[in-house]
């Protein structure tokens, strides 16, 4: 499947989203690279077949091979530490002071560019609702020299690939 066939899927009441899906394709503060990346850990992070076969049919063949690995890596590693982190900072008291002891040596070496990684960190985070992880990716982000226009192109993606993905689900089981 196609991107252009994934909007199309979309149902008339996601007109807006058919929208959003096509002008972020070709958002332009973005390098290729962030782009893409962004794109292929926000579908990833949304769980959804046809949209993770559809985006990374659009956008796997715009990244390096180890690209699209850190990519991945930005979705599986955030899998993780959004729900520990945002464990620990929900509850609060001792969790927080106590080592996390989960690996995370992809973040470390992530085989891009460390501000290409941690935005899309950033993009996985914002999808599943870390907001710890949200501000310490941001900080990163914007150290390593981007703008708060990278930073908002991002997270639109990840919401519109994240909406994307729920209004599909959402279609499936009311046709089951």
């Not at 955030?78 to 106590?98: E, I, K, P, S």
């Not at 710890?132 to 990163?140: G, R, T």
Request: proline share 3%.
């Amino acid at each position: 499947m196609s991107l252009e066939a994934l909007r199309n899927s979309l149902p008339d009441y996601a007109k807006d989203l058919k929208l959003n899906l096509g002008s972020l394709a070709a958002e332009p503060v973005l390098s290729q690279q962030q782009l893409a990346g962004t794109f292929v850990a926000s579908a990833l992070a949304s769980r959804n077949a046809a949209v993770i076969q559809a985006i990374l049919a659009e956008f796997a063949p715009k990244l390096s091979a180890e690209a699209l690995v850190a990519a991945k890596s930005a979705a599986a590693i955030m899998g993780m530490n959004n729900v520990y982190y945002r464990f620990t900072h929900l509850v609060g008291g001792d969790y927080a002071q106590m080592p996390a002891r989960l690996r995370m040596n992809v973040m470390a070496k992530p085989g891009v560019e460390k501000v290409d990684f941690e935005l899309w960190s950033l993009a996985v985070s914002a999808i599943n609702g870390c907001g710890m992880c949200m501000e310490s990716h941001e900080k990163v982000v914007l150290h390593g020299g981007l703008g708060k226009e990278q930073v908002q192109a991002a997270v639109r993606i990840a919401s519109v690939v994240h909406a994307t993905a729920a209004v599909l689900d959402g279609e499936m089981a009311l046709a089951a």
